[in-house]
């Protein structure tokens, strides 16, 4: 397929999940409860996760049919994660749209998140027969990991000695850890073979990782209109991201000044975003995400070599279309 | 065994239960997420849960060492929902601690229930070969059923119009179902018969219907100290109980105009509690709820019959206590 066919897949199979999400809900009570999950899982996305379970499947051989269900439970956990995360953060917007607790009010919101991952299991489970029972052992190791990274990501806030190394553990958990458990749920529930699972598993991971420096680099660099959220935004609410913990691993004299200032003020106002943006491209910080991106995006495409060939080749469109991604 | 037996037994498997729940949290980190879960893990509690999957399992034949890890993961599921219900509730005490956002915040209360959903399914999974998915499933829907139940009871609290019929439905699924998947955990992993699982699964549905209805009482009319809790609470945070509805039907003239007040008023204030429990004994709904309380635990002792005679005497002796408690 060529890279416009593959967009042309993707967005097919995108637009089948979002219709099985909307059907998710179908004839479900109370509305006090479904019609706030239905509102974030039917508020679009990218739906990468369930590209990720049903590619993984095909790429072992399976029909993409066979992970209809779980595909829909990866994107039901996946904003599950939203909500409650937008609550933490005291976000307003979300995909350019009020966000649950703002939309509705704390209390709905927290349980809508909750409803979100027993609908997740639900699917899930559709899909998995007894000797599946592992999909589901992955799904809540995920769930764990995501979890685990979402409280790194708070103790960073309001960490004094953070490394990128912390950064980089933090990201692997409350990212790539679902779209690692993606991958697997989608190769398990396929059959394929171990080496494959694992080479799919390594894939996620290094995606994951490109995927979510990409996010913060576009959080700070990226166009408002496409990106569906405040620019700046991490800056705002006073996130040590990795050009954030890179630039103060490297500032000296004035610049060191600006970021200690950034950590006692607990972030930027809204007219310092240019200042940091600034700091942060001076020190290389920008450039270093730039090649890390690269280096895990060139990792991910190496995972693949226990993949058949013929297999290969949207996974690595995949690892393109995200890294070049304005949203 | 005597009734004596019976709660050196129960004693014995709590503190048990109790040392398996500590030892969960073992090595577990981010403490930022794994000390407030386990500060409400091991907070105390009855532990009624996982003691039903416990004598379930019993009950069909097996050791009870077969359903530890289940019995864990039942009680860590019910601890999420206490976190997240008093998030909603705006409660400042449980079991006479500090509630965990009230002790931390609410960042971390709805993150560390979010982990214990997790731990519960990590532990679940623990007592599951692949021939016992069903149970994965079984605790799924009764995620689902009390997510449901929790919206059921916000919905209560600003209906206008409501029934005794919406008030059972209500716990049926917030506290029934729980203890109904409690047993059939237990049965099933325990290797019952079909019938053996309706059964338990029917008793637990009784003894959750007993069990709640007897909350509501205790609430209005226990004793502060055995209980924990503020008395007279669901009044303060304006709860439609049983005994408010049963009231609020058969209310005429000055009582119907003091109920009509109260559902304006979004609830009690703390010297109006009195006048609302005069208005419920006068009324009969006291009597009326003591009275649905001995049906239920009648229903469910009946629902043992398919369970070997000599297995049934601890379910009877449960019964029995839970219904006399003062806590």
């Known amino acids: 397929m060529s890279h416009k066919d593959y967009s042309a897949f993707y967005e097919k199979q995108r637009k089948l999940i979002e219709s099985k999400i909307e059907k998710a809900f179908d004839g479900l009570s109370p509305a006090s409860l479904y019609a706030p999950a239905s509102y974030i899982a039917n508020g679009g996305g990218k739906r990468l996760r369930s590209f990720l379970v049903q590619i993984s499947a095909q790429a072992v051989g399976a029909k993409i049919n066979r992970v209809y269900n779980s595909a829909v439970a990866v994107e039901l956990f996946h904003n599950f994660t939203l909500v409650h995360d937008d609550i933490m953060d005291n976000a307003d917007k979300r995909r350019g749209l009020p966000t649950l607790h703002v939309k509705y009010d704390l209390s709905t919101a927290v349980l809508a998140g909750d409803s979100l991952i027993a609908l997740a299991y639900k699917y899930l489970l559709k899909d998995c027969r007894g000797e599946d029972i592992d999909v589901v052992k992955d799904f809540t190791s995920a769930m764990i990991e995501v979890c685990e990274g979402q409280s790194l990501d708070k103790d960073l806030e309001t960490a004094k000695k953070f490394s990128v190394e912390d950064y980089l553990e933090m990201i692997r958990k409350k990212t790539a850890a679902l779209l690692q458990a993606s991958c697997e749920i989608g190769a398990k529930l396929g059959g ?76 930027a106002k809204e007219d310092e975003i240019d200042l940091y943006r600034e700091i942060f491209t001076e020190l290389g910080a920008i450039d270093d995400a730039r090649n890390l991106i690269d280096e895990y995006s060139r990792k991910a495409i190496r995972s693949l070599k226990n993949i058949r060939e013929e297999k290969r080749d949207v996974f690595i469109w995949l690892v393109e279309k995200l890294i070049k991604r304005q949203n």
């Open 192 to 267: 394929g073979a171990k080496k494959e699972v694992r080479a799919l598993s390594n894939y996620a991971l290094n995606l994951g990782m490109a995927f979510q420096l990409q996010d913060d680099l576009l959080d700070l660099i990226g166009d408002e209109k496409h990106f569906g959220k405040k620019v700046g935004g991490d800056l705002l609410e006073g996130k040590k991201t990795y050009l954030f913990i890179r630039a103060y691993e490297k500032a000296k004299g004035n610049n060191k000044k600006e970021l200690k200032r950034f950590i006692e003020n607990k972030g």
